[in-house]
């Protein structure tokens, strides 16, 4: 196995023998197979008019990639069964390999396109650059998949993701090619983040500021997790009047604060932090436990009998739900104890996304011409698990109380726990959402340069991204491509970002990595 695709690989270059996430050598390499698949198929539909490519195209390239996401498959009997549909849908001729191909076969198949095969012939500056499309891509594709479950498509994000991938099956490996391919993953990044918007604003209503309950209540109890909220809706249908409470964790969190989910009575609170805490807060939680997309961890014996897939995620042994019949789980949590008492750590303020915010604008400006609102710093991205990441929650609370802070993300847990009280009669942490909503982010700014006559760049405004993903990727890449300058980054910079890679990106747009809080803050303010 060869893979550095997240931020947290193995001494910053790449994990060889065992994912840090837990990934095996097998389901690594397996992962390679299916992306090769995909690219296989791409190019068998890349010179079909648009019209003429099967429906089933993009949902099936879609779900290969956010297959190989990090933290989300780790199943081989489920990435076989994947590859084997890609190759079928593929043929045999055009992709190159048998349906039925054992497993060595495959990988014999997909040698030449394997990372280590393309760092010996074409060197790291182009493999890096070819997997900053790849991974733009699989963000755009967890995202598209996102939308899907709401019936939204997009056309231009389906022609993109084949004509990407077609390029990179055909090697594509020209340094000017490749910065302009992945500047375009962030442009078509921009539509996906405006399609997933509105397909939540549209079946959930639009988020309203919303105080949620970090705590419980007695009952018995399901928690549900990742990003998926069409299935946390369902749960929450199918368990009305059962006696059972629904928590959220992680990045379900920002779910509270739309109206078609708040209405449920049982939606009542939220349990936990960040996504990496999962190993040592699920074995607390006293009932059945929903994963509905990124990020799982290895479970732990105290709670996998407790615990459920959904959709693409996977775990060998763990159980799996196909569809949105929660009738197990539901049976999981009558059966466990549940809460008996009342405990609230606190209350977190949900609900500010772009319409809350912007519905906000005029007392916003107002106060920044007042002089009451000195700068916006956008604080987000993903939590991890290195100690690095404390200089989020050390800038969140050095941070003047005269700047706004917009965060979202599961990074947003960096900056929970601390009363920054309000500005201009608004609260000063404004939480946006899931890391899905980066395109409240974009909105918002875009607004602001918009009422200020002026671009992004030239706003009292600063970006300081915690990556950890791939969704991350591409959505830094769509800042990259609205010319989005002095983005900070951290806490370390990209493994397959070579050296060569990254001046062209330091000299273009001014990207740098997260360095001292202090420095870092003064650089902020006289930038603005
Ligand atoms: Fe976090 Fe995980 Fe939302 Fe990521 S839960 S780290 S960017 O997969 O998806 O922010
Ligand atoms: Fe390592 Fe990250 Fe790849 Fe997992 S996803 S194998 S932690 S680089």
Avoid at 301 to 323: C, K, M, Q, S
Avoid at 401 to 414: A, E, F, M, Q, S
């Amino acid at each position: 196995m060869f893979c550095y695709q997240c931020e947290q690989t193995a001494r910053g270059t790449g994990c060889v023998t065992r994912g840090v996430c837990g990934k095996s050598p097998e389901a690594s390499d397996l992962q390679d197979v299916l992306v090769h698949a995909a690219k296989r198929l791409a190019t068998r539909y890349a010179g079909v008019a648009a019209a003429e490519r099967p429906a089933s195209l993009a949902p099936m390239l879609e779900d290969a990639l956010f297959v190989t996401v990090t933290n989300v498959n780790f199943d081989t009997a489920s990435i076989l069964e994947k590859i084997r549909d890609v190759v079928a849908a593929a043929g045999a001729t055009a992709a190159g390999v048998a349906v039925e191909a054992p497993e060595d076969t495959l990988l014999a198949w997909s040698r030449d396109s394997m990372i280590a095969s393309r760092k010996a012939s074409l060197g790291d500056d182009i493999t890096g650059l070819q997997e900053l499309l790849l991974y733009g891509l699989k963000g755009m594709a967890a995202y598209a998949h996102h939308a899907r479950q709401m019936n939204r498509a997009d056309p231009v994000v389906d022609a993109f993701m084949v004509e990407a991938l077609a390029k990179l099956d055909a090697g594509v490996a020209t340094v000017d090619e490749l910065l302009a391919l992945n500047l375009k993953c962030g442009e078509v990044t921009v539509n996906v983040l405006a399609l997933l918007d509105a397909a939540h604003g549209d079946t959930f209503g639009k988020p309203t500021p919303t105080p949620v309950l970090m705590g419980h209540v007695p009952g018995k109890a399901i928690l549900v997790s990742g990003h998926d909220m069409v299935d946390l809706k369902a749960l929450l249908e199918q368990t009305e009047g059962k006696g059972i409470n629904i928590y959220t964790h992680g990045e379900m969190l920002p779910a509270h604060g739309y109206p078609e989910l708040k209405k449920f009575k049982h939606l009542a609170g939220h349990f936990g932090g960040a996504w990496m805490l999962q190993q040592r807060e699920f074995p607390k939680f006293p009932g059945a436990i929903l994963m509905t997309t990124n990020c799982l961890m290895q479970p732990f014996e105290e709670y996998e009998g407790r615990l459920f897939t959904r959709n693409l995620v996977a775990w060998p042994g763990i159980a799996h739900i196909d569809g949105r019949d929660f009738t197990p789980v539901i049976e999981a949590a009558l059966a466990a104890p549940g809460f008996t008492d009342s405990v609230k750590t606190g209350e977190h303020l949900v609900g500010f996304g772009h319409d809350a915010v912007l519905g906000a604008a005029d007392k916003i400006i107002g106060a920044v011409k007042a002089g009451e609102i000195k700068h916006f710093a956008v604080i987000g991205g993903c939590d991890g698990t290195e100690g690095e990441r404390s200089y989020y929650t050390d800038l969140g609370t050095t941070i003047p109380n005269d700047w706004v802070i917009l965060t979202l993300g599961c990074g947003k847990y960096r900056l929970l726990g601390h009363d920054y009280g309000t500005v201009a009669g608004l609260p000063r942490l404004l939480d946006m959402g899931q890391c899905n909503d980066s395109f409240s982010a974009v909105k918002v700014a875009l607004a602001l340069a918009d009422a200020f006559g002026c671009t992004v760049n030239d706003l009292p405004l600063s970006i300081v991204l915690s990556w950890f993903e791939q969704k991350a990727v591409c959505v830094l890449l769509a800042l990259l491509h609205l010319n989005v300058k002095n983005i900070r980054i951290g806490p370390r910079l990209p493994a397959f970002l070579t050296p060569a890679v990254l001046k062209v990106l330091v000299d273009t747009f001014g990207l740098k990595p997260v360095g001292e809080v202090d420095t870092d803050l003064k650089a902020m303010a006289n930038a603005a």
